[in-house]
């Protein structure tokens, strides 16, 4: 900038000053490409325009201190100041902004890169005010600007040589990684089980069944957070290949039952992260049909007769090693066997499930009630301490069963009940 500039006095330039602010542009810029090749992480790239920002302000500020005028230079230092204070971060929002996944957040990028130079640049000349003195006498190894200029314009050259080359082969590497990516992504998608490619515990990218499975987009899910979306697992200490337990998080803010697996694989020149979930919904959904096929009765949905004897046979161990006390009632129905003939299975299935609710109404809750077959009913009645109690509630069965007729199709049907109890 000062080659082109016309103070309307003699000016020259100090060699050394020169090559120091040269190498300050060449260090800073380097160093900045360098951190910002290290992470794609927003905190790192700011970092790297920071560094950028410092090397160009050292280019202009310290190429400026090489400025020779036959005369004197004074500065506005607090113009400079702020200068730094506002050019430098504002390089390091650009380059943070230039590595965003976002098109709309990187279009942002060159506007603030330039702002920044241009903010550096236009305060450093400002900040700058010239006094002629024609007594002054430049210093022997002082260059005039004819002498600097092909010197500065084959520097500059060489760097921007440096960096469309660097560009070229970072544009090819990134190509590469797409191709990568993609492949991966393809390869993904045929796996019916959800997998999560990650980097550290950054969701780089997710095959189409994860996104079915969590309701969110591709979009959303590509740097989401692997412990926000599978909270609870430590990854990083599970082993390779065993399956863990875990809650998916989705888009709903809801929760799904997952098996989770991790395996290390290589990518290009880096080793990264991929989880398989497996759905466990259904799976859980059959376990808990099994359990209730083995212990409820499959008409009425109470405790079956298996069911049943095992919690008898517990209570009886209990009543052995600690004293609890319980009561066994055992209820048959009166006159339902010809209402069943006459009626027909269907309204005889139909009362039975009653009779079930209504048995039901009078327990306390841990008391258990059981259907051993055909009419016949059990209540294991627990913290049965005193024997009136247990023939109250035989009454109150018996009461309830036959105070009030059931009805089937607008029929009245009376029935009746036998209740023993030991």
Request: with cysteine.
């Amino acid at each position: 900038m000062l080659l082109a500039f016309k103070p309307g006095i003699d000016a020259a330039f100090d060699p050394s000053r020169t090559a120091v602010s040269l190498a300050c542009a060449i260090a800073g810029i380097g160093a900045g490409i360098l951190v910002s090749m290290s992470s794609r992480r927003s905190s790192r790239q700011f970092v790297a325009g920071v560094v950028i920002g410092v090397g160009i302000a050292g280019l202009h500020y310290i190429g400026q201190s090489a400025y020779l005028v036959r005369g004197s230079v004074s500065w506005n230092l607090p113009l400079v100041l702020a200068s730094v204070l506002v050019g430098v971060p504002v390089m390091g929002l650009g380059m943070m902004t230039l590595s965003h996944r976002r098109r709309r957040f990187r279009r942002a990028a060159p506007p603030l890169l330039l702002l920044s130079i241009a903010i550096l640049h236009f305060c450093g000349m400002s900040a700058m005010t010239l006094h002629g003195d024609s007594a002054v006498v430049f210093p022997s190894n002082a260059m005039s600007p004819s002498t600097v200029t092909p010197w500065v314009a084959g520097v500059s050259t060489a760097l921007l040589t440096l960096a469309v080359v660097g560009w070229r082969f970072d544009l090819a590497a990134k190509a590469r990684w797409r191709q990568d990516q993609r492949r991966l992504r393809e390869l993904a998608d045929v796996a019916l089980q959800g997998l999560l490619i990650c980097r550290g515990d950054e969701v780089i990218t997710a095959n189409q069944s994860i996104e079915r499975l969590s309701d969110y987009s591709a979009s959303t899910l590509a740097g989401f957070s692997l412990s926000k979306l599978l909270p609870g697992v430590d990854f990083e200490s599970m082993p390779e290949r065993e399956e863990r337990e875990a809650q998916l998080l989705t888009a709903s803010d809801g929760m799904i039952p997952v098996r989770v697996l991790r395996s290390q694989v290589a990518l290009g020149h880096k080793v990264q992260t991929v989880i398989a979930v497996r759905d466990q919904r259904e799976r859980l959904r059959t376990e808990a049909r099994m359990r209730t096929l083995a212990f409820n009765d499959a008409l009425t949905g109470v405790a079956n007769r298996t069911r049943f004897l095992d919690l008898l046979s517990i209570h009886a161990a209990s009543r052995r090693s600690s004293d609890q006390s319980f009561a066994v009632l055992m209820i048959d129905l009166d006159r339902f066997k010809p209402i069943n003939d006459s009626m027909g299975h269907a309204a005889g299935d139909t009362i039975l499930r009653m009779v079930a609710e209504r048995l039901q109404s009078t327990l306390r809750d841990g008391d258990v009630l059981a259907r051993l077959g055909g009419d016949e009913f059990a209540i294991l009645q627990v913290s049965a301490d005193h024997l009136d109690s247990v023939a109250v509630l035989a009454k109150r069965l018996v009461q309830t069963i036959g105070e009030r007729p059931f009805t089937y199709l607008g029929q009245a049907l009376h029935l009746g009940a036998s209740v023993g109890f030991a």
